[in-house]
């Protein structure tokens, strides 16, 4: 939800003219439930069926997404694309992140592992990239502890 919330606002922006262009928007999964990743990477027009596997990043670890289909077609609007993280790098940025002094839980370490990779990947020279911290590392203190 918070991916389409941002691409509603996009909009609203681009209609009062505030932005003059629509952000590429870049979604991230993590690899061990990544049913939109399949979605967008196939060309399905449904979410398509997928195995939940344990992972750090519960938060978007959602097999069935109700409004996948939707997203899917927010990030297909603005050029951008969906990528799966995997353990080593939600764990990885994780602590690099508490590291920098944020305390932040697995699921948005998902998040910023995406950015890494985003970076060194695909970002254009001079390109900005915003991204959000989805949640705070108190939600997660058995997690953070075995860690």
């Known amino acids: 939800t918070l991916l389409l919330g941002a691409a509603i606002g996009f909009k609203e922006l681009a209609l009062m003219g505030i932005i003059q262009s629509l ?31 344990d992972t750090l990043a519960e938060g978007i670890a959602i097999a069935a997404p109700v409004r996948g289909a939707q997203m899917v077609a927010a990030v297909r609007e ?23 002094g944020h305390y932040i839980e697995p699921t948005s370490a998902a998040v ?9 990947q695909h970002a254009a020279a001079g390109e900005v ?13 058995d997690k953070m502890s075995k860690l």
Do not use: D, W
């Open 112 to 120: 910023t592992a995406g950015v890494t990779r985003y970076v060194n």
């Open 78 to 100: 603005t050029g951008g694309f969906f990528m799966a993280v995997n353990e080593e790098e939600i764990k990885s940025s994780l602590l690099e992140m508490h590291h920098q």
């Open 129 to 141: 990239i915003v991204s959000t911290f989805t949640g705070h590392g108190l939600k997660a203190g």
């Open 23 to 53: 952000p590429r928007l870049v979604a991230v999964q993590s690899a061990g439930c990544a049913p939109l990743v399949k979605m967008f990477a196939e060309g399905l027009q449904s979410v398509p069926a997928v195995q939940k596997e």
